[in-house]
């Protein structure tokens, strides 16, 4: 899928699962954006965000030793206008959605490329001008 110039966005991957981390980045790619790099634990987001910030992080939830919160405190406590995008096979929305409230957003596992699409065009847009925080973007359709 060939997506608007301003529509391109620059992603650093973070999933101790290195197939699904693989598949992710391929995905990403699909839907026409920049992978700038696919890393498998939180220290090692940490470091990879510091040396090429990307515009957003597609960062596991719960990973190993560094899980994805703590690492997420961390990129952001040095560049708080950074975008988190948190992954999990888990329900834990609800109990990030307090701690981050301007930076992060959800999205379930298995990722659907419907939902990955939308919620890249959602945070394109926010960096585009648009007044809404992350949080607020509504990741899937409401019925």
């Not at 040396?51 to 596991?60: A, I, Q, S």
Request: glycine fraction near 6%; hydrophobic fraction near 45%.
């Amino acid at each position: 899928m060939k997506v608007p110039a301003w529509w391109h966005v620059r992603i650093l991957i973070a999933d101790d699962d290195i197939g699904l981390a693989t598949a992710l980045a391929a995905l990403v790619k699909t839907c026409g954006h920049e992978v700038v790099d696919v890393v498998y634990s939180g220290l090692a987001a940490i470091k990879s965000y510091q040396r090429n910030p990307p515009e957003v992080v597609l960062m596991d939830y719960n990973m190993a030793r560094l899980n994805g919160l703590t690492a997420s405190r961390n990129i952001l406590s040095s560049d708080p206008a950074g975008k988190i995008v948190f992954l999990s096979g888990g329900d834990y929305a609800e109990d990030l959605a307090p701690a981050f409230p301007d930076a992060v957003a959800f999205l379930q596992k298995p990722l659907k490329i419907e939902d990955l699409e939308r919620a890249l065009a959602k945070l394109s847009k926010s960096q585009q001008g648009e007044k809404a925080p992350v949080s607020t973007l509504p990741l899937t359709d409401e019925k």
